[in-house]
């Protein structure tokens, strides 16, 4: 795909994953390495969004040690972007996002289309991927699963929450009826690889061929699409439609490399790999931290003379930053809010012997506290540290609240 440098690995039982490493120890040593991007296929499901958990944690230890060393922010310490290339059953956007490519094609457009889906969508990831866009790209889903094979608990809320139009059908052969009305037909696979044990279903896969789709009246002008690999056994596509004009499956295997090359080119070109970018997409959740309200502790009594830094009436007050952090917050908060008055109270010794020196944040003016602030806040936040980045929240010069981000 054009990387300069590519590492990986091709078989887990030989790397140090058969030794027992974990995938947080793994996502450690890549963000130590500097790699940009992170491409993960794992059986877990959810182990993609665990990864990025765990670039998250890694990136802002590194980032915190350098600037408590060198009193400086880091510029060679990088983010990476993780991929998901299917997490078990519960995810697979990368193909999802070839198949709309293939779609774009042939048909001209991948969004109000009737779309047909069939057989083992209970352990399929794109089929999931499927659903999470349905509702986005208006599709109307002609659905038939085969015989025994259930929806997952999971996309059965899926469907609830994105309020997709599931037109489902028990009985194949009155599916057949909608066959004239598609624009594509999606023929998933037995998945074997994910119901280990469970083969008694293959054989109930519904097999599509030339003659069922001319009888049915399948449009000249519709696809049928597969993930591929069809499985040679149950051949849930014929092989006398292997090169036929309806077949786009070999299309859609092309486009695999050109589609994540341009989910590649599009991270470098919106400069995704840039702290301004990455506060943008994470919220203090991504680091297992939980806001806590300090508000019961009562404020410090001073006047406005006894204050080591300015006095501030309206905004708020970031305390305890990691020392060395306090410049890099400074600079994102100045630019984020140009109108407000932020100073940086940098090197400050701590009221308490035991509490280390820390950088001190006071911002003059009512803004507005948002979700990219969390962002902020959750990157230079210690979770090892009793005091981290506690934001406390003043109106006509008195403390109104005061939060915490805690790691559960």
């Known amino acids: 795909m054009g990387a300069k440098q590519d590492i990986g690995i091709s078989a887990p039982e030989k790397s140090s994953l058969g030794k027992g490493e974990t995938l947080a120890d793994t996502i450690d040593t890549y963000v130590g390495y500097g790699a940009n991007f992170i491409v993960i296929r794992d059986p877990r499901e959810g182990s993609s969004r665990w990864a990025k958990i765990c670039a998250l944690k890694s990136y802002s230890k590194r980032i915190r040690e350098y600037a408590f060393k060198n009193r ?30 293939t779609m774009k094609y042939f048909l001209g457009r991948f969004d109000n289309l009737n779309i047909g889906i069939i057989n083992d969508v209970g352990a399929s990831r794109v089929f999931s991927s499927q659903i999470d866009a349905a509702k986005i790209l208006n599709w109307k889903i002609y659905l038939c699963k085969s015989p025994r094979i259930k929806l997952s608990e999971r996309n059965m809320q899926r469907i609830k929450d994105t309020g997709v139009e599931i037109k489902e059908f028990e009985n194949f052969k009155k599916y057949l009826e909608c066959l004239k009305d598609l624009d594509a037909l999606y023929v998933h696979r037995f998945q074997k690889n994910l119901r280990e044990g469970e083969s008694a279903e293959q054989e109930m896969m519904q097999k599509i061929s ?20 069809v499985d040679k056994e149950v051949k849930e596509i014929s092989d006398c439609l292997r090169y036929h004009q309806w077949n786009k499956s070999g299309i859609q295997s092309d486009l695999g490399i050109p589609t994540r090359m341009a989910i590649a080119y599009h991270v470098i070109e919106k400069n995704l790999f840039s702290l301004d970018e990455i506060i943008k ?68 010794n701590s009221e308490r012997k035991n509490y280390k020196r820390k950088d001190v944040i006071k911002i003059h003016g009512d803004i507005e506290w948002d979700n990219e602030m969390d962002g902020i806040i959750s990157i230079f936040t210690d979770p090892d540290e009793e005091k981290s980045c506690r934001i406390s929240y003043f109106q006509n010069g008195k403390r109104e609240n005061k939060l915490s981000l805690i790691h559960i």
């Open 210 to 229: 030339k003659e069922l789709l001319e009888k049915n009246g399948f449009s000249k002008n519709a696809i049928l699409m597969h993930a591929r690999p």
């Open 281 to 348: 997409t994470i919220n203090y959740e991504d680091f297992n931290y939980f806001k806590k309200n300090f508000s019961e502790i009562p404020p410090k009594s001073k006047t406005r003379e006894e204050y080591t830094t300015a006095f501030i009436k309206n905004g708020y007050v970031i305390d305890h930053i990691p020392l060395g952090c306090g410049s890099k917050v400074h600079e994102m908060i100045s630019k984020k809010y140009p109108e407000a008055t932020v100073i940086l109270s940098s090197n400050v």
């Open 72 to 101: 400086k922010f880091p510029s060679n310490i990088t983010l990476p972007v993780i991929l998901n290339g299917g997490d078990g059953s519960n995810n697979h956007p990368s193909q999802h996002l070839l198949d709309c490519a």
